[in-house]
């Protein structure tokens, strides 16, 4: 079994030596064994993370790359008219905390999201005219895992101790 061991990022298809295919729902996972679409088997221990995203290289362990591919599976395209509608569609199903593709074509600008009878019933609710169709499913990476995140993230803390503790002279005339 090849152990894929380190994300390398985008990389070009000749520079990978094979491809693996994979739904959305194993491109969330970091523990998988999987069989390459050359019929390899392969084996991938990887830190938790961003999501395998399309065009994205793994190295072996013995330096070899294996390039990810999106699986083409079921989604749904809502399309909507441009600027606030499209925004306001973006945000209340972005509010449900689900993953969404955004993206556009020769018909215009689209979000995109599994099937799910919910996020259909919103969307529609908000104008959106629906396809159910097969495609890729690529979603937006969060806004910490973007180009420059490298995929880890960073903590923070916030403190909220506050005095609130003030001295008032007040001086009145009688």
């Given amino acids: 079994m090849l152990k894929l061991i380190e994300r390398l990022g985008p990389v070009e298809e000749p520079a990978a030596s094979d491809t693996l295919t994979l739904p959305f729902e194993l491109r969330i996972r970091g523990r998988l064994k999987a069989q390459s679409d050359s019929g390899r088997e392969l084996g ?24 990810i591919r999106a699986a083409i599976e079921p989604v749904v395209t809502a399309r909507v008219s441009a600027g606030l509608p499209l925004a306001r569609l973006a945000y209340h199903l972005g509010n449900r905390h689900v993953q969404l593709a955004l993206g556009e074509d020769e018909k215009g600008d689209w979000v995109r999201f599994p099937p799910d009878h919910v996020l259909e019933e919103l969307a529609e609710l908000l104008g959106a005219k629906l396809e159910h169709h097969n495609a890729t499913f690529d979603p937006e990476p969060g806004a910490y895992n973007q180009v420059g995140g490298g995929g880890h993230s960073h903590g923070h803390g916030h403190s909220h101790d506050h005095d609130h503790s003030h001295a008032h002279e007040h001086h009145h005339a009688h």
């Fill in 44 to 67: 991938l221990f990887l830190d938790r993370g961003p999501v395998l995203r399309d065009g994205e290289g793994l190295k072996a362990e013995s330096g070899e790359v294996v390039r």
